[in-house]
C-alpha cells in the first residue's frame, strides 16, 4: 500500500499546459468512462462518517479529487493506495477545520460540513465563494442546517457550525440543490428519529451518495427522488464501494463525436443517466444506439434545436457549454437557455473566435450554424467551457491552442489520452 500519489499535472504544477488539437478529426474506437467526479466528492467526504475502513474503487485522477483527499488527510485520514482500491482510515479526527487554502481552489470542500457536523457536533468550513459560473451560495446548505438545530455562525470568511445533536424534522428545499441534498443526507445519518428532504435533488449522483451510505449501514430511503429519508443510527461501518460512470464525460465525448461525423462506443455508463441529453441528441437526428452499459453513435446529420437547462432529469447544465459547441455544426439554428447558473456562457466569445455564429441575450443563446468552424487560439474559463473549446477544436478546420488547460484537469480524466487513443491529433504541450 502507498500512500497517496498523484501525477505532477493534479499538483496544478501545470498551470499554463496547453493542448495543441489539428482538425477536422474522424474519430473511431471505444472507450471506457471514468467514475463520476461528482458521485465520487461528496462520497469522500461521506468517508468521514465512519471510523472503520472504507476501500473505494477506481477513483479518478483529477485535480478536484486530488484537493478532497488532501483536505480529509488535513482533517486526520489516512489514504493508502493499491491499485484500483483507494483506502480512507478515519479513527479519529486531527481537526475539524476545512482552510480557505484548500477551498478556495475547490467548493465542493463545503461537503466535509454535513459529514463534521454529524460526526464531531462541530465544524469549520471557510465559505467556497463564488466561481467562474455564479455567485454559488450555499444558504440552503445553512438554513437547514440551523433548522436541525445547528449553531451557525459566518465570521471572517468561515462558517462555524455547532450541534450538540440534530433533530430530526423535515426540510423542504427551496430549490433541488445538489449539494445542499448531499450536505444534509450525510448531517443525519446519526440524527435519532426520520429526517425528511422534500424536493431534492434528483441526480443520479444523490442516488449514488445514499447507496453508499447504505452501503456502511446507514438507513436512507427515496434518494434519486425528490424525498429523501434518513432515519438515524448509532454508527457506520467499513465497506466497499464504486461509484457511478461519469455522465458528464459520458455527454462530453458523445457530443464530440456527433460534431466529427464520427462513430464512437461508449463502455462503463449506464444510459439511463443521460436520457434526456440523447433524447434530444436524437431529436436533432442523432443516430444513438444504446445497451445495458455501454453507447454507440453513428455518423448523423444534425438538425437544431432548443434546449433549456434543469434540475435532472432535466437537460444537465453541466453538458450547456458542449451542446452549445454541437449545434454550432448543425445544419441550422438553435436557441440554448442556461437556467441553473447566472454566468455560464463564458465559452461564447472563445466559440465565436473559432467563426462560430451566436449571439446571447440574457439567460438565451441564439446559435447559427457556422460557415465552418476554424482553429484559432482560446483561452479555457472553466471547467465544462474547456470541454467545449475541445469538441469545436476537433471539428475546426486547422491548429487549435487551447491555453490553461488546468481547468479540464480538474474533471477529466485522462483527457487527451482518450482522444488520442479514438485517433485525435491532440498533443498537451508543458507551456513551462
Ligand atoms: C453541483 O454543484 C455540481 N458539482 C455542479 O457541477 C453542477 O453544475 C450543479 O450541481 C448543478 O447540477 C458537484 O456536484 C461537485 P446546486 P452544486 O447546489 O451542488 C443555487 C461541474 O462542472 N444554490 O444544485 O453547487 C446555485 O447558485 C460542476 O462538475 C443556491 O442558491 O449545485 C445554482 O444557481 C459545476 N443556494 C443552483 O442553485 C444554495 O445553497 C444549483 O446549485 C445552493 C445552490
Given at each position: 500500500m502507498t500512500t497517496l500519489d498523484v501525477p505532477g499535472f493534479l499538483h496544478g504544477s501545470a498551470k499554463m499546459d496547453k493542448l495543441i488539437i489539428n482538425g477536422p478529426a474522424k474519430l473511431s474506437g471505444e472507450i471506457h468512462i471514468s467514475r463520476a467526479k461528482n458521485a465520487y466528492l461528496p462520497i469522500l467526504a461521506g468517508c468521514?462518517?465512519?471510523?472503520e475502513r472504507i476501500r473505494l474503487k477506481n477513483i479518478p485522477e483529477l485535480r478536484d479529487i486530488k484537493t478532497m483527499l488532501s483536505l480529509l488527510e488535513k482533517l486526520g485520514t489516512q489514504i493508502t493506495q493499491e491499485g484500483e482500491w483507494t483506502e480512507l482510515y478515519t479513527?479519529?479526527?486531527?481537526?475539524?477545520s476545512a482552510t480557505y487554502d484548500l477551498v478556495k481552489t475547490m467548493r465542493?470542500?463545503?461537503?466535509?460540513l454535513g459529514p463534521l457536523l454529524a460526526r464531531e457536533g462541530k465544524a469549520e468550513v471557510s465559505l467556497p465563494g463564488g466561481c467562474a459560473i455564479g455567485t454559488r451560495p450555499i444558504d440552503l446548505h445553512l438554513d437547514n442546517l440551523k433548522k436541525m438545530g445547528a449553531k451557525i455562525d459566518l465570521k471572517g470568511g468561515y462558517v462555524r457550525a455547532e450541534a450538540s445533536s440534530l433533530k430530526a424534522c423535515t426540510l423542504p428545499l427551496a430549490f433541488p440543490s445538489v449539494g445542499a441534498t448531499e450536505n444534509l443526507m450525510m448531517a443525519s445519518v446519526f440524527t435519532s428519529g426520520t429526517t425528511i428532504i422534500e424536493n431534492a435533488a434528483m441526480e443520479p449522483e444523490i442516488e449514488d451518495l445514499g447507496n453508499f451510505l447504505n452501503s456502511m449501514g446507514a438507513k436512507v430511503k427515496?434518494?434519486?427522488?425528490s424525498r429523501i429519508e434518513i432515519e438515524g443510527v448509532e454508527h457506520l461501518s467499513a465497506t466497499e464501494y464504486e461509484a457511478i460512470g461519469d455522465r458528464i464525460e459520458a455527454g462530453t465525448y458523445l457530443m464530440a463525436a456527433l460534431a466529427t461525423g464520427s462513430e464512437i462506443t461508449l463502455t462503463g455508463i449506464n444510459f439511463k443517466y443521460i436520457d434526456f441529453v440523447i433524447e434530444k441528441l436524437r431529436e436533432m437526428g442523432a443516430n444513438i444506439e444504446t445497451s445495458d452499459n455501454s453507447i454507440t453513435v453513428k455518423q448523423s446529420t444534425l438538425s437544431g434545436t432548443k434546449v433549456e437547462t434543469a434540475p435532472y432529469?432535466?437537460?444537465?447544465t453541466d453538458l450547456q457549454a458542449q451542446m452549445m459547441a454541437l449545434m454550432t455544426t448543425a445544419k441550422d439554428s438553435s436557441i440554448i437557455v442556461e437556467n441553473?447558473?447566472?454566468?455560464?456562457?463564458?465559452h461564447v466569445p472563445e466559440l465565436i473566435r473559432m467563426n462560430a455564429l451566436i449571439d446571447l441575450e440574457g439567460r438565451s443563446a441564439f446559435i447559427k450554424p457556422s460557415p465552418g468552424l476554424s482553429a484559432a487560439p482560446v483561452m479555457c474559463t472553466d471547467l465544462r467551457a474547456s470541454a467545449a473549446l475541445i469538441i469545436a477544436a476537433l471539428a475546426a478546420e486547422g491548429e487549435t491552442e487551447i491555453q490553461r488547460v488546468y481547468h479540464l484537469d480538474r474533471g477529466y480524466e485522462k483527457l487527451d489520452q482518450k482522444f488520442l487513443k479514438l485517433g485525435a491529433s491532440i498533443k498537451r504541450v508543458n507551456s513551462n
Open positions: 468521514l462518517l465512519s471510523k479513527p479519529t479526527l486531527a481537526s475539524f465542493a470542500s463545503i461537503f466535509v427515496g434518494h434519486g427522488s432529469p432535466g437537460f444537465p441553473i447558473f447566472e454566468n455560464r456562457f463564458m
